[in-house]
């Protein structure tokens, strides 16, 4: 095997193994010495056994979408080969004890070589330091030095006992003496490219990224009830609550987690209701509370695959029509779909800010994909990082829903100023007190829809890329960013450009324009039914014509778009 | 103060005649007129139904929400601004049918709120079905052959999760209520108040005789710091009793809590994000921490 440029390794192994432990080793080292790193885990729903993967892509450019190749597997349990030999080549070298997946084995399929990880491991005194001993091995095949991987290995276990800093240090210098044995017999030839620059970049996780975009955007407020691939969001912010004044609470259920939020902005909090599909469900009815209320309201949406329970553990894009049109009633909302981890933070931001403005829901709708993959990219910028605070202190004759020009009424908070801040469910008065007035009634349904006017004041234009001489556009939206990008790159034609969506709602009204000049135009979701393309047709009246679509819980390989792309081009 | 202030003046009020409500509403506002609390710092929260109306018929800051969720944004309220002095106030059906998780687990919670619950053992805004403290064998168009559900103890239930105050009042009494509502906004943590309230419109069973004939006072010698005790007269079926039943002052707020984890007392409004330790936070990152 000889990879320029670009590896694609997978860890593979049981739940409650460790495979965490060696992609978290890995992927921080790699990046230490200047190595882009992207990775990106598939899991099953449950603690210990199946088998679990995680794929690292080791590159001189930044390359932050999944591939299905793979150049080394290594397995660390019995069943890991078999998870994945459909993706195997003659040229995927296997890393695998011999002893432990010899009934899986088919040596002519791929070029296996044995490296007793366990055997090794229980030489050392215990097999739980099997993935150092594969963190050990993988390493030295990258020609990192042992003294930089030693250090942190030590530094990484330091809170432990000495012996257990011991027997790591053992583990991977023992792993390390394998890989570079590999390294020098040329079974294993890799030339990445380093760059110090990268030491200085940040690795993080979309998690974070949504996490820290909402501290940005003032959040002091989370009720959350945990659910994957939301929770995240809930550990992160519960995690720096002290650092930033937050209130973090684990409330009973999905519904208490959304009134509490209402309750929180009402009273002055800038507050996030995070969750997936079940338990976003079942904040439908508070969220249509916000909607009536006129309340600020930022929704962290994490998509997994449904219906139902669905696959807990995986990605999908399938609910995007379920915040479009969840909530009983007509109110207006924003919905913001970062394409990359950049895009969580800034967004996440901005949906702080703009869901105050606009005194409406904004979503910031992800998936599991985008919540659980890391990779190194330059520190954020921070200049435009504020919260706008869109509060005022009332005086004795505030009226919470006075009719005004733009929809927008002053927005009061109780026990600030001299005036009672009334908000009702029922519809209701500009005092905010109960109303059966018809007149009134339609008066406040228009006074509440005009605010989408103001959404779309500040709507995000959609990116194209590279540039505006195509003939076949791209359109995708969310997550599917940089795969779709990659893909492009690689099919290497000029012809073809990508229009990415980061607010799916409401539409640009440039959509329509984008898509006329193309002679071609293709969707990519990862979803059954393209919801995406139903919404586009819904405002512009344009059916896109050709749809790449995925659901079987994975995310997008670059690979799969290429392949999809050239069907379509030839 | 004069409880005047709180009256909206000339209102169309939605109640029926000589429902309890109206003398829950006077006892209530009488109770935070003698405790001088300002409409302005006062936030009354309600669920939906008639007793959730009950807001709406003070001068004052409101959240009326949706059915059966009032606790929650009552408690983030006060946590957000634990200078307001929040009531969370509805009906039975609302309290403990439709918002029964929500019950329990600000009872676990233990905010610093006031949690007024008007029980009539019947829904009346839509027209008569049993509610969650119905008796046995009340019959109503829905429950044709008598209601077989076993009632809804709230007062048991919350002692068995050692709520911080437990009271119940009965609304045909306005000064003991009034009474009662005093300790229970002066305690600190969670109190409730069960309201035993007549409807003279659907519940032909529980009539303001009925409950006069079938209540109680706990005696002046009754000690409401015994938790076994306090269950004990929380079961009791002959007669019903009245009074503060149950007091743990040994318990931190909500508030407390999640102001000693964030370091911090106060109101989220004033709260200004610290870029400077944002910055630090995001570049913890570059070391592969």
Same mark, same amino acid.
């Given at each position: 095997?000889?990879?320029?440029?670009?590896?694609?390794?997978?860890?593979?192994?049981?739940?409650?193994?460790?495979?965490?432990?060696?992609?978290?080793?890995?992927?921080?080292?790699?990046?230490? &010495?200047?190595?882009?790193?992207?990775?990106?885990?598939?899991?099953?729903?449950?603690?210990?056994?199946?088998?679990?993967?995680?794929?690292?892509?080791?590159?001189?450019?930044?390359?932050?979408?999944?591939?299905?190749?793979?150049?080394?597997?290594?397995?660390?349990? @019995?069943?890991?080969?078999?998870?994945? /030999?459909?993706?195997?080549?003659?040229?995927?070298?296997?890393?695998?004890?011999?002893?432990?997946?010899?009934?899986?084995?088919?040596?002519?399929?791929?070029?296996?070589?044995?490296?007793?990880?366990?055997?090794?491991?229980?030489?050392?005194?215990?097999?739980?330091?099997?993935?150092?001993?594969?963190?050990?091995?993988?390493?030295?095949?990258?020609?990192?030095?042992?003294?930089?991987?030693?250090?942190?290995?030590?530094?990484?276990?330091?809170?432990?006992?000495?012996?257990?800093?011991?027997?790591?240090?053992?583990?991977?210098?023992?792993?390390?003496?394998?890989?570079?044995?590999?390294?020098?017999?040329?079974?294993?030839?890799?030339?990445?490219?380093?760059?110090?620059?990268?030491?200085?970049?940040?690795?993080?996780?979309?998690?974070?990224?949504?996490?820290?975009?909402?501290?940005?955007?003032?959040?002091?407020?989370?009720?959350?009830?945990?659910?994957?691939?939301?929770?995240?969001?809930?550990?992160?912010?519960?995690? #720096?609550?002290?650092?930033?004044?937050?209130?973090? /609470?684990?409330?009973?259920?999905?519904?208490?987690?959304?009134?509490?939020?209402?309750?929180?902005?009402?009273?002055?909090?800038?507050?996030?209701?995070?969750?997936?599909?079940?338990?976003?469900?079942?904040?439908?009815?508070?969220?249509?509370? $916000?909607?009536?209320?006129?309340?600020?309201?930022?929704?962290?949406?994490?998509?997994?695959?449904?219906?139902?329970?669905?696959?807990?553990?995986?990605?999908?894009?399938?609910?995007?029509?379920?915040?479009?049109?969840?909530?009983? *009633?007509?109110?207006?909302?924003?919905?913001?779909?970062?394409?990359?981890?950049?895009?969580?933070?800034?967004?996440?931001?901005?949906?702080?800010?703009?869901? =105050?403005?606009?005194?409406?829901?904004?979503?910031?709708?992800?998936?599991?994909?985008?919540?659980?993959?890391?990779?190194?990219?330059?520190?954020?910028?921070?200049?435009?990082?504020?919260?706008?605070?869109?509060?005022?202190?009332?005086?004795?004759?505030?009226?919470?829903?006075?009719?005004?020009?733009?929809?927008?009424?002053?927005?009061?908070? %109780?026990?600030?100023?001299?005036?009672?801040?009334?908000? =009702?469910?029922?519809?209701?008065?500009? /005092?905010?007190?109960?109303?059966?007035?018809?007149?009134?009634?339609?008066?406040?349904?228009?006074?509440?829809?005009?605010?989408?006017?103001?959404?779309?004041?500040?709507?995000?234009?959609?990116?194209?890329?590279?540039?505006?001489?195509?003939?076949?556009?791209?359109?995708?939206?969310?997550?599917?960013?940089?795969?779709?990008?990659? $893909?492009?790159?690689?099919?290497?034609?000029?012809?073809?450009?990508?229009?990415?969506?980061?607010? &799916?709602?409401?539409? #640009?009204?440039?959509?329509?324009?984008?898509?006329?000049?193309?002679?071609?135009?293709?969707?990519?979701?990862?979803?059954?039914?393209?919801?995406?393309?139903?919404?586009?047709?819904?405002?512009?009246?344009?059916?896109?014509?050709?749809?790449?679509?995925?659901?079987?819980?994975?995310?997008?390989?670059?690979?799969?778009?290429?392949?999809?792309?050239?069907?379509?081009?030839? | 103060?004069?409880?005047?202030?709180?009256?909206?003046?000339?209102?169309?009020?939605?109640?029926?005649?000589?429902?309890?409500?109206?003398?829950?509403?006077?006892?209530?506002?009488?109770?935070?007129?003698?405790?001088?609390?300002?409409?302005?710092?006062?936030?009354?929260?309600?669920?939906?139904?008639?007793?959730?109306?009950?807001?709406?018929?003070?001068?004052?800051?409101?959240?009326?929400?949706?059915?059966?969720?009032?606790?929650?944004?009552?408690?983030?309220? @006060?946590?957000?601004?634990?200078?307001?002095?929040?009531?969370?106030?509805?009906? =039975?059906?609302?309290?403990? *049918?439709?918002?029964?998780?929500?019950?329990?687990?600000?009872?676990?919670?233990?905010?610093?709120? !006031?949690?007024?619950?008007?029980?009539?053992?019947?829904?009346?805004?839509?027209?008569?079905?049993?509610?969650?403290?119905?008796?046995?064998?009340?019959?109503?168009?829905?429950?044709?052959?008598?209601?077989?559900?076993? %009632?809804?103890?709230?007062?048991?239930?919350?002692?068995?999760?050692?709520?911080?105050?437990?009271?119940?009042?009965?609304?045909?009494?306005?000064?003991?209520?009034?009474?009662?509502?005093?300790?229970?906004?002066?305690?600190?943590?969670?109190?409730?108040?069960?309201?035993?309230?007549?409807?003279?419109?659907?519940?032909?069973?529980?009539?303001?005789?009925?409950? @006069?004939?079938? !209540?109680?006072?706990?005696?002046?010698?009754?000690?409401?710091?015994?938790?076994?005790?306090?269950?004990?007269?929380?079961?009791?079926?002959?007669?019903?009793?009245?009074?503060?039943?149950?007091?743990?002052?040994?318990?931190?707020?909500?508030?407390?809590?999640?102001?000693?984890?964030?370091?911090?007392?106060?109101?989220?409004?004033?709260?200004?994000?610290?870029?400077?330790?944002?910055?630090?936070?995001?570049?913890?990152?570059?070391?592969?921490?």
């Amino acid at each position: 095997m000889n990879r320029k440029d670009d590896v694609s390794i997978v860890l593979c192994g049981q739940a409650g193994m460790g495979i965490q432990t060696v992609e978290f080793l890995l992927t921080r080292i790699l990046k230490l &010495v200047g190595y882009n790193v992207f990775a990106t885990k598939e899991y099953m729903s449950r603690i210990r056994g199946g088998a679990n993967s995680t794929q690292i892509r080791v590159s001189s450019f930044p390359a932050r979408a999944p591939v299905n190749r793979i150049d080394i597997l290594a397995g660390l349990n @019995k069943g890991s080969i078999r998870h994945l /030999e459909k993706r195997t080549t003659p040229e995927t070298i296997v890393l695998a004890e011999e002893a432990i997946v010899k009934d899986e084995l088919q040596k002519d399929k791929y070029r296996f070589i044995d490296v007793p990880f366990t055997k090794t491991a229980e030489e050392i005194g215990n097999a739980v330091y099997s993935n150092v001993v594969a963190t050990g091995a993988i390493a030295a095949l990258f020609g990192i030095e042992l003294k930089t991987i030693v250090d942190y290995i030590r530094k990484h276990f330091s809170n432990k006992t000495e012996e257990i800093i011991t027997n790591n240090t053992k583990a991977v210098e023992a792993g390390f003496s394998r890989g570079v044995q590999l390294a020098g017999s040329g079974e294993i030839e890799i030339s990445i490219r380093n760059d110090a620059t990268i030491r200085e970049q940040i690795l993080l996780s979309g998690g974070d990224a949504v996490s820290m975009g909402a501290i940005g955007g003032g959040c002091n407020f989370i009720a959350a009830y945990p659910m994957s691939p939301s929770t995240p969001v809930l550990t992160f912010l519960s995690q #720096h609550s002290a650092d930033f004044g937050i209130i973090a /609470e684990q409330a009973e259920d999905e519904i208490a987690a959304m009134n509490m939020a209402l309750g929180a902005w009402y009273a002055g909090g800038r507050a996030i209701a995070s969750s997936s599909g079940g338990g976003f469900a079942l904040m439908i009815e508070g969220l249509s509370l $916000a909607g009536m209320l006129e309340l600020p309201i930022v929704i962290h949406l994490a998509q997994r695959p449904a219906p139902a329970t669905g696959l807990p553990t995986r990605t999908e894009q399938a609910d995007l029509e379920l915040a479009l049109y969840a909530g009983h *009633g007509e109110f207006p909302r924003a919905i913001f779909a970062p394409g990359n981890l950049e895009e969580a933070f800034y967004l996440t931001h901005k949906a702080f800010n703009l869901a =105050d403005k606009s005194q409406s829901p904004v979503f910031v709708l992800t998936d599991q994909f985008l919540i659980d993959s890391y990779y190194n990219t330059a520190t954020f910028d921070l200049s435009g990082i504020k919260a706008e605070k869109h509060i005022i202190k009332t005086s004795k004759e505030y009226k919470r829903y006075e009719l005004t020009e733009s929809g927008i009424s002053a927005r009061g908070i %109780p026990g600030y100023g001299e005036g009672l801040v009334v908000l =009702d469910s029922d519809e209701h008065d500009e /005092e905010g007190h109960i109303t059966e007035d018809l007149e009134l009634r339609k008066k406040m349904v228009e006074k509440r829809l005009k605010k989408l006017e103001l959404i779309k004041q500040e709507i995000i234009r959609p990116e194209l890329w590279p540039g505006e001489n195509y003939e076949t556009i791209v359109v995708c939206w969310g997550s599917t960013y940089n795969a779709v990008r990659e $893909a492009i790159e690689r099919l290497g034609r000029k012809d073809v450009a990508m229009l990415h969506f980061k607010q &799916v709602y409401p539409l #640009h009204n440039e959509t329509s324009n984008y898509l006329k000049k193309a002679k071609k135009t293709v969707i990519v979701e990862n979803n059954a039914t393209c919801q995406f393309g139903k919404l586009i047709r819904l405002h512009t009246g344009i059916e896109i014509e050709e749809k790449i679509l995925k659901y079987d819980g994975l995310p997008f390989a670059v690979e799969e778009i290429i392949e999809g792309l050239q069907k379509i081009l030839d | 103060m004069d409880a005047k202030e709180f009256d909206m003046g000339k209102i169309d009020i939605a109640w029926c005649p000589g429902c309890g409500n109206y003398a829950i509403l006077k006892a209530l506002k009488k109770a935070l007129a003698e405790l001088e609390i300002s409409p302005t710092n006062l936030v009354l929260v309600s669920g939906i139904g008639q007793a959730a109306k009950a807001p709406h018929y003070f001068r004052t800051n409101l959240f009326n929400g949706l059915h059966g969720r009032a606790l929650s944004p009552a408690v983030a309220i @006060k946590a957000s601004n634990p200078s307001l002095t929040v009531i969370a106030e509805s009906g =039975d059906g609302d309290m403990y *049918g439709e918002g029964g998780n929500h019950f329990l687990h600000t009872i676990r919670r233990n905010p610093d709120i !006031t949690n007024i619950v008007h029980n009539n053992m019947v829904y009346g805004l839509t027209k008569g079905q049993a509610s969650p403290t119905s008796q046995k064998g009340f019959k109503t168009p829905v429950q044709l052959n008598g209601v077989y559900l076993e %009632p809804f103890t709230p007062l048991a239930a919350a002692i068995a999760l050692d709520a911080s105050f437990v009271a119940r009042a009965f609304a045909g009494d306005i000064e003991q209520t009034k009474e009662i509502f005093k300790k229970a906004i002066t305690h600190k943590g969670y109190a409730l108040v069960d309201v035993f309230q007549p409807c003279v419109t659907f519940n032909r069973i529980n009539t303001h005789q009925w409950f @006069k004939d079938n !209540t109680y006072y706990l005696e002046d010698t009754y000690d409401p710091h015994n938790r076994v005790e306090a269950f004990k007269k929380a079961i009791e079926t002959d007669k019903l009793p009245l009074g503060v039943f149950y007091i743990n002052s040994n318990k931190k707020t909500f508030e407390e809590n999640v102001n000693a984890n964030r370091k911090s007392n106060e109101a989220l409004y004033k709260y200004e994000v610290d870029t400077g330790k944002l910055r630090n936070l995001i570049d913890q990152f570059k070391d592969a921490n």
